[in-house]
Nanobody, 123 residues
Framework: QLQLVESGGGLVQSGGSLRLSCAASRFTLDYYGIGWFRQAPGKEREGVSCISSSGGSTNYADSVKGRFTISRDNAKNTVYLQMNSLKPEDTAIYYC????????????????WGQGTQVTVSS
């Protein structure tokens, strides 16, 4: 069973920073594009950022451009999402996902999902 585990969520004040991690077990992330998604209560899951398997291609939702940075360390089998200048509207459960179709911000690009980590930004 392929597993992804997110960590790094928590409670932070508006303007603060968090770094989320997405670690894989039982498989290597080298050949997978990775996406970060988030879902707030009562809202649909939305794509936040993605990175191709090589790390050479990244993409961001307009709402997080200039504030979030995605990166990967294949040696550690981990993908990161650095989140700066956080806003209350960033509050959500954040999920990482792995797929073989490159870098995309739609859920159908991905086959494997983690359980999510809660991010709460207070005003």
């Amino acid at each position: 069973q392929l597993q992804l585990v997110e960590s790094g969520g928590g409670l932070v004040q508006s303007g603060g920073s968090l770094r989320l991690s997405c670690a894989a077990s039982r498989f290597t992330l080298d050949y997978y594009g990775i996406g970060w998604f988030r879902q707030a209560p009562g809202k649909e899951r939305e794509g936040v950022s993605c990175i191709s398997s090589s790390g050479g291609s990244t993409n961001y939702a307009d709402s997080v451009k200039g504030r979030f940075t995605i990166s990967r360390d294949n040696a550690k089998n981990t993908v990161y999402l650095q989140m700066n200048s956080l806003k209350p509207e960033d509050t959500a459960i954040y999920y990482c996902a792995a797929g073989r179709t490159g870098c995309g911000l739609k859920t159908y690009h991905y086959d494997y999902w983690g359980q999510g980590t809660q991010v709460t930004v207070s005003s």
